[in-house]
């Protein structure tokens, strides 16, 4: 390599020492004059600068090779210059990164230069040594460093052993919100000026001083936010990355929040809450949950819902459809552990968080049990309404009828033909006390037969007037008929049982069965049709040309008429019977005897008879040779008799002992009659039993005189007869008037003045019509 005189070149000693030791150095050396003209090079200036050595000696200067910047840039005082940054494009087009350092080749001890010699140049103006080490790669790491540094999300500050700040990243500049002058070189402290602030930075020197890296979580009061802070630290100090995470915190804050009211709520509300995975097990349960599935919260948790289900819900297909619609509502049937039964309504919805599904459940079980009361209660009021109907059309298709076995007739076609009952027969006892079938429909004649065999239990006691009802249908009963429950209900009236009215039902094993309010009504309807068949008696009775004449003796002391013959110590003598609004009857008797008149007056007299069993109130008609008074009595023998539709020929009383005279049909059951009578007086004895033909005349009768075969007898209602009967007994159209005022009559019939006047002017005007007719 050619080079000018310059190290080695044998001016000094060691000049041979210093070219070695320059050419061994990695940077790229050369030495120029004051002027810039250079006079030698290192070999290795080929691999930075391009030329060879010679050719950048003979044609190159320090202007040219580096920058005219660079010759001879020391002031005079000034020996060296160190890391200078200059920037060289080379041939290609490439650009190198060059930190340049100048050094002055002086010698202080004399006035020799110290590398090049006396003769070219004098100590001020010696050469210059010029070390350019190229930091190309150097600079573009460094580049990319800085790059990637502001590319951090997080940010970042450097920290001095006295934590001032050293360095920022962009980010940090934003966070901090100051420039990057006025971070770098300020004391962090200076960021937290109260002990508030301080807090975030009070881990830091226990990270210097450890010198192991930390995190944490705080708060910094003067921005109030939340920062996120690792700390790494190093002999020179720290490295601070942060990020705000206020909104993280927020959020979680929020959760923390969100989570307690949901706590709050799922432990106080009065529903029933369980938390349950993904295989149906459940994870949570709040008290409510606890007091529905009876079971405490550390035995309910970990039993999956299945346990809780019947054995005809199929939970596996039912989890999976909801878990695959996410939510679900409806009833659930929830058993207990205790075997008890709860229904419950829930609302459920799947991944409220990830593999967590919530159930609210509410127990109905009251509420379902209220409804299918209310349903039953529905469905036997609808059926109610039907047989109240049934009894109504019953009753209409029953007033026409002439004799008893058509009231009986009539009522069994109507009970089936309603399609409420399936079987309807009415029984009677006979002389025998055997029951047979006098009416029926629905039924064969067989049937009607081994009906009426298979219940005679239940039609004895029904003939005593107790309601039986039989479900299910015994077998014998059960092959020829299509019924599963039947009911056996009297048809009396007052004391007489006229018969037994049997009705078949098929309900398929479903309530009512002929129960409750639906037996109430089928006994009011056997009263109604008892009544309407004496009502049928009475009206054949009236119009009857042969009768059965009844005579008994009566003993008993209940019996109103011989305690008041008793009382007065006199013979007392019924001439009317009239039926009034209290079930009660106004009786017209006379109390014959002078005696009688010498000792009692009208009022020690009525308040003698008022104070009887059975009396209820006496009014003195008129006192002559005989008293006559009317009574209002509802216990005697004769107006048990009366009520059963029989006509009193007879009431006599002496000293406790009476006679009771009565006519009835001569189809009627006599047997019955006695029977029933006989079994609430059991004084009275039947002693004369005879069948007669009876004149066209009642004036035998009690309260009688009417002819009966007259239309106007015939066209009088009740009403107006008893009305008639009630005047003619109680003195009305005696002359001078003794007797009842038309006001008296009214109230002991029980009825006000006009209405009593219209029945009797009705009666009056029928009568005196027949008469001018």
């Not at 009522?411 to 029926?440: I, K, M, P």
Request: hydrophobic share 40%; with cysteine; net charge negative.
């Amino acid at each position: 390599m050619a080079t000018s005189p310059g190290p080695g070149s044998g001016s000094f000693p060691e000049a041979r020492f210093y070219r070695l030791a320059m050419e061994s150095l990695p940077d790229t050396v050369f030495v120029a004059s004051s002027d810039g003209r250079i006079s030698w090079v290192c070999d290795n200036v080929s691999a930075v600068f391009g030329p060879e050595p010679a050719t950048i000696v003979e044609s190159e200067t320090v202007a040219s090779l580096l920058s005219p910047a660079f010759v001879d840039p020391l002031a005079p005082d000034t020996r060296r210059l160190e890391n200078q940054p200059v920037t060289v494009t080379d041939s290609d087009g490439v650009a190198h990164h060059f930190l340049v350092t100048v050094t002055r080749m002086v010698d202080d001890e004399a006035d020799e230069v110290d590398a090049v010699g006396a003769d070219e140049v004098d100590a001020v103006d010696g050469p210059l040594v010029y070390a350019c080490r190229d930091v190309t790669d150097t600079e573009r790491l460094r580049g990319e460093l800085a790059d990637l540094f502001d590319r951090i999300t997080d940010g970042f500050v450097a920290l001095d052993t006295e934590f001032v700040i050293t360095d920022v990243n962009d980010h940090a500049v934003e966070l901090f919100g100051r420039p990057r002058a006025d971070l770098v070189g300020t004391h962090l402290w200076s960021f937290a000026p109260d002990p508030e602030s301080t807090r975030a930075f009070e881990l830091l020197p226990l990270a210097l001083e450890t010198g192991e890296p930390l995190s944490y979580e705080t708060y910094f009061e003067p921005q109030d936010r939340w920062y996120e802070a690792r700390v790494f630290p190093s002999d020179t100090g720290l490295s601070v990355y942060f990020r705000d995470i206020s909104e993280r915190v927020e959020d979680q804050q929020a959760l923390e929040a969100s989570e307690a009211r949901f706590r709050a709520l799922f432990e106080g509300t009065l529903d029933a809450l369980v938390l349950a995975d993904d295989s149906g097990e459940y994870l949570d349960a709040n008290p409510a949950a606890c007091d529905l599935f009876a079971l405490p919260r550390a035995e309910l948790i970990g039993r999956s819902v299945a346990d809780f289900a019947s054995q005809e819900f199929d939970f596996e297909s039912a989890w999976s459809a909801f878990l695959d619609a996410g939510s679900m509502r409806g009833e659930f049937e929830l058993v207990r552990p205790d075997g008890d039964t709860r229904v419950a309504d829930f609302a459920a919805r799947a991944n409220i968080r990830p593999g967590e599904h919530l159930s609210v459940l509410r127990d109905i079980t009251e509420r379902v049990e209220r409804e299918r009361q209310l349903e039953v209660q529905r469905d036997e009021l609808a059926h109610l309404n039907h047989i109240n109907r049934l009894v109504r059309e019953v009753n209409l298709a029953i007033v026409g009828a002439d004799t008893p076995n058509e009231v009986l007739s009539g009522v069994c076609r109507r009970l089936v033909a309603a399609d409420v009952y399936q079987h309807a027969l009415v029984a009677t006892e006979t002389a025998g006390g055997r029951f047979e079938v006098s009416a029926a429909s629905g039924l064969t004649a067989v049937a009607a037969e081994a009906v009426v065999a298979a219940f005679e239990r239940e039609l004895t006691a029904a003939g005593r007037r107790a309601t039986s009802v039989i479900a299910p249908t015994p077998a014998a009963v059960r092959s020829t008929v299509d019924a599963d429950v039947f009911g056996c209900f009297p048809l009396a009236y007052g004391e007489t049982v006229h018969g037994v009215l049997v009705i078949g039902a098929d309900r398929s094993g479903e309530t009512p069965v002929l129960v409750g309010e639906e037996q109430h009504l089928l006994d009011d309807l056997g009263t109604t049709v008892g009544k309407a068949i004496t009502a049928v008696t009475a009206r054949r009775l009236l119009h009857a040309d042969e009768v059965v004449t009844l005579e008994f003796t009566v003993d008993d002391a209940d019996d109103v008429f011989n305690e008041l013959s008793r009382r007065v110590d006199a013979r007392v003598t019924v001439t009317a019977l009239v039926p009034i609004a209290d079930g009660r009857h106004a009786c017209y008797l006379t109390v014959g005897g002078s005696d009688v008149t010498d000792e009692w007056d009208a009022e020690t007299l009525c308040e003698a008879v008022e104070s009887l069993d059975g009396v209820g109130a006496c009014r003195v008609i008129s006192v002559d040779d005989d008293i006559q008074l009317e009574v209002h009595a509802d216990s005697s023998p004769a107006l048990a008799l009366e009520a059963q539709g029989t006509h009193v020929r007879t009431v006599t009383s002496t000293n406790g002992q009476g006679t009771l005279v009565v006519e009835v049909p001569a189809e009627s059951n006599v047997r019955n009659l006695v029977s029933g009578l006989v079994a609430d007086y059991p004084q009275t004895r039947l002693v004369r039993k005879l069948t007669e033909r009876r004149s066209t005349t009642r004036a035998g009768y009690v309260g009688g005189g009417l002819s009966t075969t007259d239309d106007a007898t015939r066209s009088l209602t009740e009403k107006q007869l008893a009305a008639l009967r009630a005047a003619y007994a109680g003195g009305y159209y005696d002359w001078p008037r003794r007797g009842s005022s038309a006001q008296e009559l009214a109230e002991a019939l029980g009825v006000a003045p006009a209405t009593y006047h219209q029945h009797l002017r009705a009666a009056e005007g029928k009568l005196v019509g027949a008469f001018f007719r």
